[in-house]
């Protein structure tokens, strides 16, 4: 098993040490940019965070040689498919039909901004060129640098690629603990080579591939510490001063439901609440994105279970309302396709971005807090109110804004009264202006809504 680690092991032992002893001559220049980093500014976070921000939708992207079994990504490894079976799969892995532009298109249809690939999941695998291990894509049948093609792609139709990366590597000789049922003998493993070896794979990312965001996962296991973590983020920042890095490179995601909750062990710029949404904070100085599934495996698997349109576009706006990103993900078949019934719900919910994105790019969530009928976002001078659930056959009342509504509109056609009183703004839209998906009025004001403090609704 050592001996897939490129090159012959003596030597591959010579690379990493090499890497270590670069990363110990390093050590000035990176206490360097962990001051660096730890004097950053809110405002100078805020206007690196600004794209991200703004964009409010991408898609993530699980995707290996596992798709060949249907079976979870690093998950499966060790259980519902064997060790020796699951490590080999890659031997088989010949995505012919892969085709990086109608990826892109296909996102960017979709109304996203940006892709995350797994380039290196639990199983440790990689999606990518690395010199570092022959357990890699070029070493497949296919032959050929997915990252690259998706990242070029990403390129050339104005998206931003991005690449996710496991600290867990289960199938790496010198990675402690192991994973379900591996009975190799640890005696001779050291997990300091592994994080040099790991250190050698995210430089090569950042410098080859450029992502602008790096997407963590696997810190909950007990050999990574908060230690390794601020390390890494210092290195990855020195690389490149504009990289966005998730929460999950610490040892403590400390996001609560979502959020970004202070924590000497947190690493990272946002919080990543998995398969839910995220808190509403209102303070619009707490970055997250929530993830989750297209089905409910995050690789592909046969027949899996596919949200409905309203489940996507209710994920999509209300992450938004709640002043969080939103990224949906798909598992690309063994083929290399993204199944056809996911492709045609990905184009619906684009069909609707396309006539009402403007009421979630660039937004940010409030000024009302999230009801049970929906959520509000705002910019500029505007405030969109999303009904996404109708309380009965009556109308909904707003707090009052300090802020007079100079206009108003029914995004989604119809009509909309709005009627300023006493107790609030009362908004009365008739039966037939209702839609199922989401109702969304849009009401302007004579200044700024993003000066307008978080209010409570009915």
Same mark, same amino acid.
């Not at 206007?47 to 998950?75: C, D, N, Q, Y």
């Not at 892109?104 to 940006?114: H, R, W």
């Not at 056809?340 to 609707?352: A, D, F, N, S, T």
């Not at 009509?415 to 969304?440: C, F």
């Given at each position: 098993?050592?001996?897939?680690?490129?090159?012959?092991?003596?030597?591959?032992?010579?690379?990493?040490?090499?890497?270590?002893?670069?990363?110990?001559?390093?050590?000035?220049?990176?206490?360097?940019? @962990?001051?660096?980093?730890?004097?950053?500014?809110?405002?100078?976070?805020?206007?690196?965070?600004?794209?991200?921000?703004?964009?409010?939708?991408?898609?993530?992207?699980?995707?290996?040689?596992?798709?060949?079994?249907?079976?979870?990504?690093?998950?499966?490894?060790?259980?519902?498919?064997?060790?020796?079976?699951?490590?080999?799969?890659?031997?088989?892995?010949?995505?012919?039909?892969?085709?990086?532009?109608?990826?892109?298109?296909?996102?960017?249809?979709?109304?996203?901004?940006?892709?995350?690939?797994?380039?290196?999941?639990?199983?440790?695998?990689?999606?990518?060129?690395?010199?570092?291990?022959?357990?890699?894509?070029?070493?497949?049948?296919?032959?050929?640098?997915?990252?690259?093609?998706?990242?070029?792609?990403?390129?050339?139709?104005?998206?931003?690629?991005?690449?996710?990366?496991?600290?867990?590597?289960?199938?790496?000789?010198?990675?402690?603990?192991?994973?379900?049922?591996?009975?190799?003998?640890?005696?001779?493993?050291?997990?300091?080579?592994?994080?040099?070896?790991?250190?050698?794979?995210?430089?090569?990312?950042?410098? @080859?591939?450029?992502?602008?965001?790096?997407?963590?996962?696997?810190?909950?296991?007990?050999?990574?510490?908060?230690?390794?973590?601020?390390?890494?983020?210092?290195?990855?920042?020195?690389?490149?001063?504009?990289?966005?890095?998730?929460?999950?490179?610490?040892?403590?995601?400390?996001?609560?439901?979502?959020?970004?909750?202070?924590?000497?062990?947190?690493?990272?710029?946002?919080?990543?609440?998995?398969?839910?949404?995220?808190?509403?904070?209102?303070?619009?100085?707490?970055?997250?994105?929530?993830?989750?599934?297209?089905?409910?495996?995050?690789?592909?698997?046969? @027949?899996?279970?596919?949200?409905?349109?309203?489940?996507?576009?209710?994920?999509?706006?209300?992450?938004?309302?709640?002043?969080?990103?939103?990224?949906?993900?798909?598992?690309?078949?063994?083929?290399?396709?993204?199944?056809?019934?996911?492709?045609?719900?990905?184009?619906?919910?684009?069909?609707?971005?396309?006539?009402?994105?403007?009421?979630?790019?660039?937004?940010?969530?409030?000024?009302?807090?999230?009801?049970?009928?929906?959520?509000?976002?705002?910019?500029?001078?505007?405030?969109?109110?999303?009904?996404?659930?109708?309380?009965?056959?009556?109308?909904?009342?707003?707090?009052?804004?300090?802020?007079?509504?100079?206009?108003?509109?029914?995004?989604?056609?119809?009509?909309?009264?709005?009627?300023?009183?006493?107790?609030?703004?009362?908004?009365?839209?008739?039966?037939?202006?209702?839609?199922?998906?989401?109702?969304?009025?849009?009401?302007?004001?004579?200044?700024?809504?993003?000066?307008?403090?978080?209010?409570?609704?009915?």
């Amino acid at each position: 098993m050592r001996l897939a680690y490129a090159f012959p092991a003596r030597l591959f032992g010579f690379v990493l040490w090499l890497l270590a002893s670069a990363c110990t001559a390093a050590d000035t220049a990176m206490q360097t940019a @962990n001051a660096a980093v730890a004097v950053e500014t809110p405002a100078e976070k805020a206007e690196r965070m600004r794209w991200w921000t703004a964009a409010r939708f991408g898609m993530f992207i699980h995707w290996g040689p596992v798709s060949l079994k249907g079976t979870e990504i690093g998950w499966s490894r060790g259980r519902e498919v064997s060790i020796p079976v699951y490590d080999n799969l890659y031997k088989e892995f010949n995505p012919t039909k892969f085709d990086a532009r109608e990826y892109i298109t296909l996102a960017k249809e979709t109304g996203m901004k940006y892709i995350t690939l797994t380039t290196k999941h639990h199983d440790g695998f990689s999606m990518f060129a690395t010199k570092l291990s022959d357990y890699n894509v070029m070493h497949t049948p296919f032959k050929r640098d997915i990252a690259r093609e998706l990242a070029d792609e990403c390129r050339r139709q104005g998206l931003r690629f991005c690449a996710y990366y496991s600290i867990i590597d289960w199938h790496h000789p010198d990675y402690l603990p192991r994973g379900a049922g591996d009975k190799r003998p640890v005696k001779d493993d050291d997990f300091e080579r592994y994080c040099a070896f790991m250190k050698g794979q995210l430089r090569e990312l950042v410098e @080859n591939y450029h992502p602008a965001v790096l997407w963590f996962d696997g810190e909950w296991e007990n050999h990574w510490t908060a230690e390794r973590g601020r390390d890494i983020y210092a290195m990855l920042r020195q690389i490149d001063p504009t990289l966005i890095i998730n929460n999950r490179l610490g040892k403590h995601r400390a996001f609560g439901h979502g959020g970004m909750t202070p924590a000497e062990s947190t690493v990272g710029d946002f919080g990543t609440p998995e398969q839910e949404t995220g808190r509403f904070y209102g303070d619009r100085s707490t970055y997250w994105e929530s993830n989750m599934t297209i089905c409910h495996q995050w690789a592909w698997k046969p @027949n899996d279970q596919l949200k409905s349109l309203k489940e996507c576009v209710d994920l999509l706006v209300t992450n938004a309302g709640y002043d969080g990103n939103f990224m949906l993900n798909v598992g690309p078949m063994p083929d290399g396709r993204i199944e056809p019934r996911q492709v045609e719900r990905l184009r619906e919910i684009g069909r609707w971005m396309k006539q009402y994105g403007d009421s979630v790019y660039g937004t940010r969530g409030g000024p009302f807090q999230p009801a049970k009928w929906g959520v509000s976002t705002c910019k500029d001078d505007k405030i969109f109110v999303h009904v996404l659930r109708w309380p009965g056959d009556g109308p909904i009342t707003l707090p009052s804004v300090a802020r007079k509504i100079v206009g108003s509109r029914l995004l989604t056609s119809g009509e909309v009264e709005v009627k300023p009183t006493e107790p609030g703004i009362v908004l009365t839209i008739p039966q037939a202006s209702r839609q199922a998906l989401d109702t969304i009025i849009e009401l302007r004001l004579d200044g700024s809504a993003l000066d307008i403090p978080v209010l409570g609704t009915r």
